[in-house]
């Protein structure tokens, strides 16, 4: 993807933000330690944070029914056939066990709507919709990185 140099800059600047703020959260947590960091609870709490997105097909779920429930045809949520179509080469199976389990992580809420037949519905739930808006300055950063997002340059 070619971007203006300027919003380019943006992401660029946005990014540097979120590193900065990091930082001062590490520092606060670090502020609190009487001694030395606890290094397992760190470890632990990093490993649970990550758990989200680093199983595949979580991140691709989690994006396609939060890209698919901003448009007014996906108000209610996302059916599961709806999503199955849209997630290319995942097995029914595979897609009804990670559904459940983006549910047990509180990411995903499963909402069955009690008609003739019955409908089920799946939806970010809060904390979805938060994981993966702090996911992104991550993904924008990898974009970058990877060099898949570029500065159009005037000639």
Same mark, same amino acid.
């Given at each position: ?15 540097? @933000? ?30 649970? @944070? ?11 779920? $989690? @994006? ?30 595979? $897609? ?34 938060? @994981? ?5 300055? $991550? ?17």
């Amino acid at each position: 993807m070619t971007i203006p140099a300027e919003d380019y800059e943006k992401v660029r600047e946005s990014i540097e @933000a979120v590193k900065s703020e990091g930082r001062k959260i590490r520092d606060i947590f670090e502020s609190h330690y009487e001694g030395n960091v606890d290094l397992e609870w760190e470890t632990d709490a990093a490993v649970s @944070a990550l758990e989200v997105f680093s199983h595949r097909w979580n991140v691709e779920i $989690l @994006a396609t029914i939060f890209l698919l429930g901003r448009t007014d045809e996906y108000q209610e949520g996302v059916r599961f056939n709806q999503l199955r179509k849209k997630l290319r080469g995942i097995s029914s199976r595979t $897609l009804s066990d990670k559904l459940s389990r983006c549910q047990e992580l509180g990411l995903v809420d499963r909402i069955v709507v009690d008609s003739s037949p019955v409908r089920v519905f799946y939806r970010l739930t809060t904390h979805g919709i938060s @994981a993966g808006r702090l996911i992104s300055p $991550l993904i924008a950063y990898m974009k970058l990185h990877q060099s898949r997002v570029v500065r159009h340059r005037h000639r």
